[in-house]
C-alpha cells in the first residue's frame, strides 16, 4: 500500500477497526486461496502413522508439508495418488471439512496478559529460569535502532540468519522494506547487548485489538556465533524475550504477543513458550486445517499426537487415553500440556478413566485464571 494511503486509511479508522479490516482482508484471501481448485491433490500417506487405519490428505498441494508437520508425519513419508474413495475408517486431513472433521489451527500466538508487576507475571515461571533471569538481568542492556544503515546490517546479520538456521525449509522472512518500517513508523529494532557486546536483536510493533494494546514480537534475531551454541542461544533467547516483556510492562501495554508457533501441543517453541505464562490465541491465524478421525485407535492416535481445534465456544485441546497405559503414565505423558487460554480439554478414552487421572489432569490448569471444561468420552 503507498504511503499516502497508508495515511488516510490511519487518519479516517481507528486502530482497532483497521485491525478487523485487516483480519477481514487475510480471511478473504485465505478463502479465495482454497478456491484454487488446480492445485489441489488426494493422495495417500503411507508411513510415520501407525498401521491401523489409512491416512489421506485432500486439498492444496503446497499445504501438504504443513499437515504432515501438524501430525507428527515425517516429510519423507511415501505419498501415493488415489481415486476419490473414503472409506469410513480412513483419517482425512485437508482443506475439506467432511462431516465431524476437527478444525486444526496450523499456527497460535501465545499472549502474555500485563497490567501488573513483572514478579507476579514471572511467579508461574520455573524457579530455576526466575533465578538464572534475576541473577543475569545486570549484564544484559538494550538500545533502540533507528539508523536505516544499520537496521539493514542487523536485518542480514541476525534476522535473517536466525530465520534461515530454524526454518531451513520454509524460510519466512520478512521483506527488508517492512522490517524499515516497523523499526521507524509502528514499532521498534532493539539491538541487545550482554557486557557491551552485540548477542541479538528484537524487531517488535504495536497492534491495538478492541481498544486493548499489544507489544508484539515480530521476530527475534541472532548472529552465528550465538545460535550455533545451543545453550548459549538459550541463555540469551531468554533474557531477550524477558526484556521485550519487561518493556511492554513498563510502557503500560495490556499484552505481550510472544509471537507465532505451530499450533501444534507437543511443539517445541510452543512448549517454551508455555513456560513463559503465555495463553493461546488464535489471532491474526486464518489457515486452518480440517481433520477427521478414524473411526477406530482414536484413542492412541491422540495419545501418540495431541491436536487443538477450533471450535464455536473456543480452543480445545484434545488428548488420548489407550487400554494398554497406566494412570502414572497418562500424567507423565500429559505433564507439559497445562497451556492458557484452552476452553476445553477433551479426552478419547479406550477404557474408562479414573477419577486419580482426570484430578491430576484438571490439576495441570490450577495456576490459570480460568479452567477448561474437562470432557472425557469412551471411544474405540
Known amino acids: 500500500m503507498r504511503t499516502w494511503a497508508r495515511k488516510l486509511v490511519r487518519h479516517v ?16 484471501q485465505e478463502q479465495c486461496d482454497r478456491l484454487r481448485l488446480g492445485h489441489w491433490e488426494f493422495v495417500r500417506i503411507t508411513g510415520g502413522f501407525g498401521s491401523s487405519h489409512d491416512l489421506f490428505y485432500w486439498g492444496r498441494r503446497e499445504y501438504r508439508p504443513l499437515a504432515l508437520v501438524m501430525l507428527g508425519i515425517d516429510q519423507h513419508a511415501k505419498v501415493v495418488p488415489e481415486r476419490l474413495h473414503l472409506s469410513k475408517d480412513a483419517a482425512v486431513i485437508g482443506d475439506v471439512p467432511l462431516p465431524g472433521s476437527l478444525r486444526l489451527p496450523a499456527y497460535l500466538r501465545t499472549i502474555v496478559p500485563l497490567g501488573r508487576s513483572l514478579e507476579e507475571i514471572t511467579a508461574r515461571y520455573d524457579p530455576e529460569l526466575r533465578r538464572r533471569l534475576r541473577k543475569q538481568r545486570p549484564r544484559f542492556r538494550i538500545q533502540q535502532v533507528l539508523d536505516p544503515s544499520e537496521i539493514d546490517r542487523l536485518d542480514q546479520e541476525m534476522l535473517r540468519p536466525y530465520v534461515t538456521e530454524r526454518h531451513p525449509d520454509d524460510q519466512q522472512h520478512v521483506p527488508a522494506e517492512e522490517v524499515r518500517r516497523i523499526a521507524h513508523d509502528y514499532g521498534r529494532l532493539d539491538l541487545l547487548y550482554c557486557d557491551d557486546k552485540e548477542v541479538g536483536c528484537h524487531l517488535g510493533h504495536t497492534l491495538i485489538r ?28 531468554s533474557m531477550n524475550t524477558y526484556m521485550a516483556l519487561e518493556f511492554a510492562t513498563e510502557q503500560g501495554y495490556d499484552y505481550y504477543d510472544i509471537g507465532q508457533s505451530l499450533g501444534r501441543p507437543d511443539d517445541g517453541l510452543l512448549q517454551w513458550k508455555r513456560r513463559r505464562a503465555g495463553a493461546l490465541d488464535t489471532m491474526l491465524n486464518y489457515n486452518f486445517l480440517y481433520f477427521r478421525l478414524p473411526r477406530q485407535g482414536r484413542a492412541q492416535l491422540l495419545w501418540d499426537t495431541p491436536l487443538f481445534s477450533v471450535q464455536r465456544e473456543g480452543l480445545t485441546l484434545w488428548l488420548g487415553l489407550p487400554e494398554s497405559r497406566s494412570d ?33 489432569l484438571r490439576g495441570r490448569f490450577a495456576n490459570h485464571p480460568a479452567l477448561p471444561a474437562m470432557e472425557t468420552v469412551l471411544a474405540d
Open 13 to 28: 479508522f481507528s486502530p482497532s477497526t483497521r485491525f478487523e479490516l485487516r483480519a477481514a482482508a487475510d480471511r478473504l
Open 210 to 237: 478492541t481498544g486493548k494494546r499489544y507489544w508484539v514480537t515480530s521476530r527475534f534475531g541472532y548472529p552465528q556465533s550465538v545460535f550455533s551454541e545451543q545453550k548459549r542461544l538459550a541463555e540469551i533467547n
Open 328 to 360: 502414572e503414565e497418562a500424567a507423565n505423558r500429559y505433564r507439559q500440556m497445562g497451556f492458557g487460554g484452552l476452553s476445553r480439554v477433551r479426552v478419547q478414552c479406550a477404557r474408562p478413566p479414573s477419577s486419580q487421572f482426570v484430578d491430576h
